[in-house]
């Protein structure tokens, strides 16, 4: 079972934000099973140390004709960007994204400039962010706005940026 957050419990929780840009994603055969090894350059800092670039390894993925699928672990595209929401590192050293799925939230570009799309009953939503539950598609919001938010949830400043 999977922890529902809400964003301030998210944003609380993580060890490091970062707004990500993925290099490339690919499985690998660990001796915890098959893992997809995720890389990612960091596009700007906004919570913890995060460095140029994160790597995160999750269970799951194909390889030598062994699929492994494991419910509500995100997958991620190369060069796809997210605002990536992670823990401290795990057993074998690798973050993970918090809550799986609701610690992604994807960004994309558009004649609006740069926008994260919040998925109601996926990511958690901002308070007082304006999104229509009954839609079926994302709201979105700008990606700068949605940093900001991010940062005065948690405290940090942005001073604090990589």
Not at 20 to 31: F, N, Q, Y
């Amino acid at each position: 079972t999977v922890v529902q957050f809400s964003f301030d419990s998210l944003c609380e929780t993580s060890a490091k934000v970062a707004h990500v840009a993925c290099i490339e994603s690919e499985p690998v055969k660990t001796a915890e099973g098959i893992r997809m090894r995720t890389r990612f350059r960091v596009m700007e800092g906004v919570k913890g140390e995060v460095g140029e670039e994160i790597e995160i390894l999750l269970p799951g993925g194909q390889l030598d004709g062994r699929r492994v699928h494991v419910a509500g672990i995100p997958s991620f595209t190369p060069g796809r960007e997210t605002v990536l929401f992670l823990s401290g590192p795990d057993g074998i050293g690798s973050p993970w994204p918090v809550g799986l799925g609701q610690g992604c939230y994807r960004v994309t570009s558009s004649e609006k400039g740069r926008r994260v799309h919040l998925q109601h009953g996926t990511n958690p939503i901002p308070d007082g962010a304006l999104h229509k539950p009954a839609s079926e598609g994302p709201y979105q919001v700008d990606l700068k706005a949605f940093l900001r938010t991010i940062r005065e949830t948690t405290g940090v400043t942005a001073s604090s940026e990589k």
